[in-house]
């Protein structure tokens, strides 16, 4: 068996297995890449794909559970970075659009796998478990933030969120999309948030953060 000299050759079967995964599936489509390319390129035989997963399907549905907990874990840093609910909606697509320039990217892992989903494939029920949380987040953060509509604020984010991914992958400038995405976000909270309401949670986040000693 070929082996290879990287990150996919160490750790558990397990581990080398979704590291294999991650980078065939994203690089090339999660129907495209067959077992024996994962299995040869993890370095391990095919019995510990099936003891480990059961099946290809499921470690499609491992493969992308690993990036959805990596999704929430990096919301929820961004979220206790900053202090009001509108810098924390901006830290989250700052942060998506650092991800956006960089050259790796090749559009979001979710979209893509179901892209290529059939009917009842396990990345459909883990993608869709994904945006409902994403459009729960930004829901959440739209009524902290004193929207007078958060669910249809925090569906309009969900979609940018989901659109700056897709543009980016599709458009050449990259940088503008980016610009555009970043426009369009202060734009709708503007909108939806009166200045007035905005300011008075700004500061009542404030005394609260005095009275924990922050």
């Known amino acids: 068996m070929k082996t290879h000299s990287n990150d996919s050759q160490s750790g558990s079967a397990r581990e080398r297995l979704l590291a294999a995964a991650d980078e065939l599936f994203y690089a090339e489509g999660v129907h495209v890449v067959g077992i024996d390319r994962i299995v040869e390129r993890a370095g391990v035989a095919k019995a510990s794909l099936y ?15 690993e990036h959805f907990h990596d999704r929430q874990r990096r919301v929820a840093r961004i979220r206790a970075a900053h202090a009001t609910p509108r810098e924390q909606v901006i830290g989250i697509f700052a ?7 960089g050259t790796a ?5 979710f979209i893509m796998a179901t892209a ?10 883990v993608a869709e478990e994904y945006r409902a949380w ?20 925090g569906r309009q984010l969900a979609l940018l969120y989901d659109g700056a991914a897709v543009a980016a992958r599709m458009d ?10 970043r426009s369009a976000v202060l ?7 009166p200045a007035k309401r905005s300011a008075r949670r700004k500061a009542v ?5 005095t009275r924990r000693g922050e």
């Open 172 to 181: 050449e400038d990259r940088r503008g999309a980016a610009t555009a995405m």
């Open 105 to 109: 990217f090749r559009g979001c892992r």
């Open 95 to 101: 942060e998506l659009d650092g991800a956006l320039a």
């Open 205 to 209: 986040a404030a005394v609260k953060s």
């Open 116 to 125: 290529e989903a059939r009917p009842g494939d396990a990345s459909e029920a």
């Open 187 to 193: 734009a709708l909270l503007d909108a939806a948030i």
């Open 51 to 65: 003891s480990t997963f059961g099946s290809k399907d499921e470690l499609v549905r491992a493969y992308l559970e």
């Open 134 to 153: 994403l459009r729960s987040v930004f829901t959440d953060l739209a009524e902290a933030a004193g929207a007078s509509d958060p669910k249809g604020l």
